[in-house]
């Protein structure tokens, strides 16, 4: 639900940010606006793209539903194009290309890391609104950066979070363990983990890596409990 309320926000800036661009249209075209949907459907992380991209498309329908959006006086239904980025940085650079050159859509929503990384700069350059998850490097965001947005955070936000909630409600928790899928990009979250687990003052005790897909976790748990963590975090990659 969260992620619905959230994608329902993005609509409604993305219907003010975009008002100016409505006087552009053509008399006699579609009153459609194009909305670029890029995500991993395919894949190690289709599961987590398909979620968002479901999210979208139930806040899309849900806002045609009402009538659509009204730009300078002139009413729009959404319209979703959906492509695959597949988590990859060659490929989420091209389908920024080809949402903007060949689809000619003004907004984009859903890259995630490796496909954010490929895809920004084109959508940056281009003055493409962009609604990305996490910013994963430091260039991704800055004042230079006026047409990207991100609805993740950054990385270490998202383990402040964890940590300032463990502070809270386990004051007495001490240690931390990892347990993490083994994916390029893990090494980012579990830098991330140690970093923040020593700014809230937690010790860090190390990782326990399992093979992406996996259903049987009982090795790995106990491997983390072997270290006799207080806290056992589970990183989604």
Known sequence: MKTVTLIL???AVIVV?????AYAQKPGSPRTLDIGIALPLTGPAAHLGTDVRNAALI???DQNAQGGVKIAGEKYLLN??????KKDAAVGKAVAEQLVYEKKVKIVVGPFIDDAIGAQPVLESNKIMSFLLTAS????TGPNKPYS???GG???QLFSNGASYIQKFYPNAKTVVSMAPDLPDTVMFL???QMICKRYGLEWLGAEKFPFGMRDFSPFITRALAKNPDIIDAIQS
């Not at 940010?17 to 661009?21: A, D, E, F, H």
């Not at 979703?80 to 980025?85: C, N």
Request: aromatic fraction near 14%; proline fraction near 10%; charge should be negative.
């Open 191 to 193: 830098n991330s983990s």
């Open 149 to 151: 947005f991100f609805f």
């Open 137 to 140: 490097t430091p260039n991704m």
């Open 9 to 11: 926000t993005v609509v």
């Open 59 to 61: 806040a899309i329908d």
């Open 17 to 21: 940010l975009v008002s100016g661009w």
């Open 80 to 85: 979703p194009i959906i492509l695959d980025t």
């Open 154 to 156: 950054v990385i270490p």
